[in-house]
């Protein structure tokens, strides 16, 4: 269950989408904290999971989820998937 709205965890989605080092909290503006990682990265066999406490170091790994708290507000938002944003509808 998580702190924010689903509009807020929409937000936070597209953050993690965009640049998984800074995430800010979408009712306070802080950078939030990074509590696990989870992500993945080819491997010899195939694609390597793994979780991790905070961010994975490297370039290869790609975030599956991430679990996140803001440390102003102290709410969370577990498992936020990255999502890449969607364009906006025009009206004809």
Do not use: N
Not at 36 to 59: D, I, K, M, Q, Y
Not at 69 to 84: G, H, L, N, W
């Amino acid at each position: 269950m998580s702190d924010y709205t689903d509009r807020g965890l929409q937000k936070l989605a597209h953050q993690v989408a965009q640049h998984a080092d800074l995430i800010r909290c979408p009712r306070d503006s802080a950078v939030m904290r990074v509590l696990s990682t989870r992500a993945e990265r080819p491997g010899a066999h195939g694609l390597r999971h793994e979780s991790f406490v905070g961010r994975p170091r490297g370039r290869s790994w790609r975030v599956v989820d991430i679990d996140l708290e803001c440390p102003a507000c102290k709410r969370r938002a577990m498992a936020v998937q990255p999502q890449a944003p969607q364009p906006e509808a025009t009206v004809t």
